[in-house]
């Protein structure tokens, strides 16, 4: 059975950083590329950031895009997201979500797999 | 850019009922790279429909997407208990990925 689960979530001032873990299972981890969606409370969903599989194609929203570094882990199967310059409309739980394969840009964008999410916290 | 706007906002409706939930875009959506997600409190979301279309594996066939261009639409044939919930559309046609706001699903 295909998983992810997410970690690293936590309380930090603004200005802040944070680092976000993605481990997975039950699938080969280096054929997918995988993404960063967020929810604020009580709103929608909002893509953050994709890697492809290999790592060597990254994509960002603008929202986070100078802030935020998407990597991967391929002998550890494992997603990271590593935040910095932290402001309050980062607060949100943060998924990821696994493509339908090795590509992160061109089409086959949906998402099949989701993590049970982390929630970071973005306050004084 | 491609924004989504998702109506109605919230859908009230009895089980048994037909659910029929509409997706615009403000521009083309090519090859109909549109997919449909289903989220319930507390849950992540979920892949319903893929390619506009396509039922994700394990999807109930209750559940039909169709569409192109700018208009898609998810169609729940008959609503069931589990059936009530937030759906969201996506589109994958361009970077950035973008997200309808969400249709909820509510017991009348």
């Known amino acids: 059975e295909m998983q992810l689960l997410e970690s690293g979530g936590d309380l930090v001032q603004p200005g802040g950083s944070l680092r976000l873990s993605c481990a997975a299972s039950g699938f080969i981890f280096s054929d997918y590329a995988i993404t960063w969606v967020r929810q604020a409370p009580g709103k929608g969903l909002e893509w953050v950031s994709a890697i492809s599989g290999s790592g060597g194609s990254i994509y960002y929203a603008d929202s986070v895009k100078g802030r935020f570094t998407i990597s991967r882990d391929n002998s550890k199967k494992t997603l990271y997201l590593q935040m910095t310059s932290l402001r309050a409309e980062d607060t949100a739980v943060y998924y990821c979500?696994?493509?339908?394969?090795?590509?992160?840009?061109?089409?086959?964008?949906?998402?099949?797999?989701w993590g049970q999410g982390t929630r970071v916290t973005v306050s004084s | 850019e491609i924004g989504l706007t998702q109506s109605p906002g919230t859908l009230s409706l009895s089980p048994g009922e037909r659910a029929t939930l509409s997706c615009r875009a403000n521009q083309s959506v090519s090859n109909s790279y549109l997919a449909w997600y289903q989220q319930k409190p507390g849950q992540a979301p979920r892949l319903l429909i893929y390619g506009a279309s396509s039922r994700a594996t394990g999807i109930p066939d209750r559940f039909s997407g169709s569409g192109s261009g700018t208009d898609f639409t998810l169609t729940i044939s008959r609503l069931e208990p589990e059936d009530f919930a937030v759906y969201y559309c996506?589109?994958?046609?361009?970077?950035?990925?973008?997200f309808g706001q969400g249709t909820k699903v509510e017991i009348k």
């Open positions: 996506q589109q994958y046609s361009t970077l950035p990925r973008t």
């Open positions: 979500a696994k493509g339908p394969s090795a590509v992160a840009g061109m089409g086959r964008g949906w998402y099949d797999c």
